[in-house]
């Protein structure tokens, strides 16, 4: 069985995550789509390391690191949106995981009430996973996210700490 973890990101892990970042694959299906540069990479890792509120985790499987996380915390609450992509060339299963982890340390470690996440309507991928973690869907944005011209909807899933729960001990 793998050992699988996750750990706060270090200024070590800047490159490797830049790498997934910025791959094709991941850039797609970002809000901002933008090639980051080693700069830009740089000054977001210095603004996450001052905030309180937010935080990066690295997924590790037997050692090898396959993905990050991103929990923001709202201001005086108990409720954070989170962010996440793996690396593009990482096992099929890998992201399911990473989420699980995540799930756990965001309401057992953090003791967060709700974790949150928006997904743009054409990433299939992203609004299946969030569905197989037993999110709900809470909204609907209509033609809310500009690319090319073209308008998407934006899908607004979220996941209670009680939710989790019994989600984990009935599928987990």
């Given at each position: 069985m793998?050992?699988?973890r996750i ?6 892990d800047?490159?490797?995550v ?8 991941i850039r797609?299906?970002?809000?901002t789509?933008?090639?980051i540069s ?9 603004g996450l390391?001052?905030?309180p509120?937010r935080?990066?985790?690295?997924y590790?499987?037997?050692?090898l690191?396959?993905g990050?996380?991103t929990l923001?915390?709202?201001?005086g ?7 996440f992509y793996r690396?593009?060339s990482a096992?099929?299963?890998t992201g399911f995981?990473?989420?699980?982890l995540?799930l ?7 003791r967060?009430?709700?974790v ?12 299946g996973?969030h569905?197989?973690l ?8 209509r033609?809310h996210?500009?690319t090319?011209g ?9 996941m209670?700490?009680e ?5 984990k001990?009935?599928n987990?």
């Open positions: 793998a050992d699988r750990r706060a990101m270090i200024e070590s800047l490159e490797q830049l790498s997934w970042r910025n791959h094709p694959d797609e299906r970002m809000f789509r933008q090639e080693q700069l830009e990479h740089q000054a977001w890792f210095a390391q001052r905030d509120l935080c990066a985790l690295l590790e499987e037997d050692g690191s396959l990050v996380i923001r915390r709202l201001q609450m108990s409720v954070a949106e989170w962010g690396d593009p096992p099929k299963g995981s990473m989420g699980v995540a756990n340390h965001a309401f057992k470690s953090l967060l009430h709700k949150y996440g928006e997904v743009i309507g054409s990433n299939a991928a992203s609004i996973f569905r197989k037993g999110f709900c869907q809470e909204g609907l944005l033609d996210f500009e090319d073209c308008y998407e909807d934006v899908l607004c899933f979220g209670l700490a939710e989790w729960e019994s989600i001990e009935q987990l």
